[in-house]
């Protein structure tokens, strides 16, 4: 009877030892992105980071006030229509000079930028994107002051499906 | 879609002065990669609009960067505040030099 | 002697299988009557249950991108210039017998696909335009799913918008109905699908990352612009890649098969307004 208590205890035990070296074997890869990066990226992917660092340098992107809206699953990769919002102002002194578009999983992230002035009145833009795979959109905005706002929505990219 | 270039654009049919109103502008372009291939594996050459303008009376408001990552026969919505009678007009150009344009009469009461 | 006694259960339970006896016990699609030697599917969910899950899995995305702008709108600019094209030796146009701007052929569209006596089959608008040519205007049969033919059907179907369909299935379209039927129900390909297995068993159920769509609204809204395609295309070819997927070798446009399948799926949306060009996934 004291055996068969132990046995089950035992396996759990183990169970939760060796989830926890998982774990830890995760953090680890994770934390090392440049080394797990090369095996599954194609190779002429760019990464995003690297993109929007060449682009904004060390800037500060703040992940506010902007809003994406995407459908949640794609059926075509080729046009997937996204909104952009924003509740910035537009006053003449204070607006949103430039949006820029990305989408992570293209090879060449950078999808468009869109130049806005005052006279538009409204801080919102929608277009029809095309993305390679499941990834993220992301844009930043950027302010005539200067100030960079963010936000990142996820899409899952569909290939095949019915009715070919 | 056998021609390129052609534009529509939609405005709301009555507009109040000072109004913020959508503009939905859809333009025929097959907006090629370059990456893809055609039936007997040649590279289809990338052909696709790479420059938008939109002008309201004499002033440039809005103006595009795009790539090739922009979807075939694009669409767009954007807004204008209507505080002045004049056309909007929008300009459309490929990389293989090609300019599209249309207008649309803002007459706002 | 008892292998024998177990052939013969054998085959009267294939028979059973094959010619069920309890057919008539499954509500039906509403025309009453069931061609002989195939198997009904109570619809799984009603139409409206269905809209609801759609509503969940996609949202309102492709609704929208309608409303804002459909490619196909250019298709539809140059079929009226087609329209109003003189070709032909007879020196006419579609535009000198049916009016100028089509009045004549409004909530013309809505009856077909229909009985025609001259075919003793089924005629569908793209088959009647382009006998149409032939016969009345000595022009050249236009090329199904090119871009000049779609557009004139997307024309002409367009004069009818608004106007819910109506097609009828009485007196000589019955049999014509009744093979259309058996064809949705037929189990086809290697995969062993029938048309109706997926859109009336399991409509509103996920294949994989797609939802199964329910028939009502499966004919309303053609020629119709597919993001998947990325281009306009007619219900037929968009049978002709069902049928792909089941790995069935798919039929010519116009066949008789196809022309039939479509008078079936047409009647499934009597009543529904024609709305083209669509916009689908």
Known sequence: MKQKDMGPALTRRTFIKSAGAACAMLFVAGSLPS????????????????????????????????????????ENGAVVPITITSDLPMRSDDYVKKINVYAEGNLEPYVASIDLTPANGKAEFAMRIKMRKTSNVRVVLETSKGRLYGAAKAVKVTIGGCGG | MASVGKIKIRVPNTIKKGDIIPVQVLVSHPMETGMRKNKDGSVIPAYYINDVDVFYGNDKITHCDWTIAVSANPFITFYVKADKAAPIRIVYKDIKGGVYEQAVQISPQ | ?????????????????????????????????????????????????????????????????????????????????????????????????????????????????????????????????????????????LKYESDPQLALELYVKSLSNGV??????????????????????????QFNFSCALCHVKYAGHMIRANLLSNNRHHADHWPSYRLKWGATGSLQRRFRGCNKNVRQKPEPFQSETYRNLELYLTYQANGVPIEVPGFRM
Not at chain 1, 38 to 51: F, G, L, Y
Not at chain 3, 7 to 27: E, K, M, N, S
Not at chain 3, 164 to 187: C, D, L, Q, W
């Open chain 1, 35 to 74: 080394l797990v990066r090369p095996a599954t990226a194609a190779p002429n992917e760019k990464n995003i980071n690297d993109v929007l660092k060449k682009q904004f340098g060390n800037k500060n992107v703040t992940m506010s006030h902007v809003d994406i809206k995407a459908p949640i699953i794609a």
């Open chain 3, 1 to 141: 002697m008892s292998r024998l006694i177990t052939r013969t259960l054998i085959l009267v339970a294939c028979a059973c299988w094959v010619f069920p006896l309890g057919a008539g016990r499954y509500a039906l699609a509403g025309d009453g009557s069931t061609p002989p030697g195939i198997k009904e599917y109570k619809p799984n969910i009603s139409t409206q249950e269905y809209e609801k899950r759609y509503k969940a899995v996609y949202g309102k995305f492709t609704e929208q991108m309608a409303q804002e702008g459909n490619p196909a709108d250019f298709m539809l600019d140059d079929g009226k210039d087609l329209f109003g094209k003189v070709e032909g030796a007879a020196g006419k146009s579609c535009a000198s017998c049916h009016g100028a701007n089509g009045e004549k052929l409004k909530g013309v569209a809505a009856t077909y696909p229909k009985y025609d006596p001259e075919l003793k089959g089924i005629d569908t608008v793209a088959l009647q335009i382009n006998r149409c040519r032939k016969e009345q205007m000595g022009a050249p049969e």
């Open chain 3, 164 to 189: 819910p369909i109506n097609v009828s299935i009485a007196g000589p379209a019955k049999p014509f109905y009744e093979a259309g039927k058996a064809f949705y129900y037929k189990r086809y390909g």
